[in-house]
T-cell receptor, first 112, second 117 residues
Framework: QQQVKQSPQSLIVQKGGISIINCAYENTAFDYFPWYQQFPGKGPALLIAIRPDVSEKKEGRFTISFNKSAKQFSLHIMDSQPGDSATYFCAARVYNNNDMRFGAGTRLTVKP | GAGVSQTPSNKVTEKGKYVELRCDPISGHTALYWYRQSLGQGPEFLIYFQGTGAADDSGLPNDRFFAVRPEGSVSTLKIQRTERGDSAVYLC???????????????FGPGTRLTVL
């Protein structure tokens, strides 16, 4: 059922570094691509999202880059902080549809 | 300003037993979703409700799984004759309304961790 492939499975970054997580999708009907952040014992929380009419969206230290022709999108976390340590999920759906498909997740650890 | 709440937070049961998992959505949210998250995986869609009716139950794995939302608010996910493979975290989410678009941002609860022995 997973139509969104996410890598890497885990990532360790030093404080102040850049964290990069990649996702690829198959269904060309997808036109809404959110990223979720999940802390242990909590549900996923929406971090940032993009639609394919733009190639990049930035909110604070978080940036989504989107490549429609390659059917890939990525999350960049600039100046990574220990408080960013969490599991990150990419997802995709058709904008006017409710069936959201998630990637398998990336466990990010930011070392102080 | 309460978020989505789910009870219980943990449920341990024996193979073959029946379990009910409860979700209280954010007040005023008409759409409610159930997902299953297995260890090391992303959430997997099960079912969603718009109001009292199940608008899409295509993600339910088999007829042992059933969900209701009788008054359009609280929802209960019911699992009959539980199997060890049902062990997972069951997440509930709600959104202002269904139908996609900007009003479909889904707010997730903390989940219920179900363990079937």
């Amino acid at each position: 059922q997973q139509q969104v492939k996410q890598s890497p499975q885990s990532l360790i970054v030093q404080k102040g570094g850049i964290s990069i997580i990649n996702c690829a999708y198959e269904n060309t009907a997808f036109d809404y691509f959110p990223w979720y952040q999940q802390f242990p014992g909590k549900g996923p929380a929406l971090l940032i999202a993009i639609r394919p009419d733009v190639s990049e969206k930035k909110e604070g230290r978080f940036t989504i880059s989107f490549n429609k022709s390659a059917k890939q999108f990525s999350l960049h976390i600039m100046d990574s902080q220990p408080g960013d340590s969490a599991t990150y999920f990419c997802a995709a759906r058709v904008y006017n549809n409710n069936d959201m498909r998630f990637g398998a997740g990336t466990r990010l650890t930011v070392k102080p | 300003g309460a978020g989505v709440s789910q009870t219980p937070s943990n449920k341990v049961t024996e193979k073959g037993k029946y379990v009910e998992l409860r979700c209280d959505p954010i007040s005023g949210h008409t759409a409610l979703y159930w997902y299953r998250q297995s260890l090391g995986q992303g959430p997997e869609f099960l079912i969603y409700f718009q109001g009292t009716g199940a608008a899409d139950d295509s993600g339910l794995p088999n007829d042992r799984f059933f969900a209701v939302r009788p008054e359009g608010s609280v929802s209960t996910l019911k699992i009959q004759r539980t199997e060890r493979g049902d062990s997972a975290v069951y997440l509930c989410a709600s959104s202002l309304r269904a139908g996609g678009g900007e009003y479909n941002e889904q707010f997730f609860g903390p989940g219920t961790r179900l363990t079937v022995l």
